[in-house]
């Protein structure tokens, strides 16, 4: 099951660095 | 290897298929960007521009909240709520978060059950809850995340047009915050509903999602 786990940890960390990069564009006025 | 890819084709093909939808979503909404800078007068702007530019950001993020909204409800709507018949359904009889024998947490909890699942206290509290928890934090994050870049791509489209652009609260009662939102919102309950039920009376065989082929309608919570 590691590999599951990695997957797990991969899925919520692209889902929350592309919501940073979206916060980010906004805050900047892009 | 192999192993891995028989073990974590659901995830790993969806992940996949989210990327080239995102692809072609980015190839799709460079172009209609354009052409309605064309028709406004205005230059057309590259690839690279519109990757990093908030209109692009805010059509990702209206999707991704109502997603996880989507996810958020169900998983704590159908703690409480049953519907008769369907897959997607506990028993009537189950209603509620249930006893912590079923359960297994506590002292009911197997030799091969998470740590925090017999630990006790707050963390036992915030595991039996951690679905919900992500969820509707993903949910809170990405609805802020398509209010700022909504926000910033609504004051572009304003000052383009000599309007006055607003402030970030401000356009929290703009309709465009609104239609951007609710339009998502309205799609995903309907489908959530009318999945629910239909699961009632209709079958794929094979399916976790669905009844067994030969299942009463009126059997609930007998999946697949």
Redesign the interface.
């Known amino acids: 099951m590691t590999?599951?786990r990695w997957?797990f940890v991969l899925?919520?960390t692209l889902?929350?660095l592309?919501?940073a990069?979206?916060?980010v564009?906004?805050?900047?006025?892009? | 290897m192999r192993r891995f890819l028989h073990d974590n084709a659901l995830g790993l093909v969806f992940g996949l298929g989210f990327l080239l939808a995102l692809g072609g979503q980015a190839i799709a909404g460079h172009a209609d960007f354009n052409s309605q800078q064309i028709s406004h007068g205005a230059e057309p702007i590259s690839m690279g521009a519109y990757l990093t530019s908030s209109s692009f950001g805010v059509d990702v993020a209206e999707n991704w909240q109502s997603e996880y909204l989507q996810f958020l409800l169900y998983v704590l709507g159908t703690v409480w709520l049953v519907q008769r018949g369907s897959p997607e359904s506990k028993k009537p009889e189950d209603i509620g978060t249930e006893s912590d024998v079923d359960q297994l947490v506590g002292r009911h909890a197997r030799p091969t059950s998470p740590a925090w699942a017999r630990i006790g206290g707050v963390r036992t509290a915030l595991y039996s809850n951690s679905l919900g928890l992500v969820m509707g934090g993903l949910f809170l994050l990405s609805w802020t995340a398509q209010s700022i870049a909504g926000w910033a791509a609504y004051n572009a489209d304003q000052i383009s047009t000599r309007q006055d652009p607003t402030t970030w609260l401000g356009y929290l009662g703009e309709a465009d915050f609104w239609n951007r939102t609710l339009q998502n919102w309205q799609s995903e309950l309907l489908a959530v509903g009318s999945f629910a039920v239909a699961a009632v009376y209709l079958r794929q065989r094979g399916s976790p999602e669905s009844k067994p082929v030969g299942a009463e309608h009126a059997d609930t919570a007998d999946t697949g």
């Open positions: 590999g599951t997957l899925y919520l889902i929350v592309g919501l990069y979206v916060i564009l906004g805050a900047l006025g892009r």
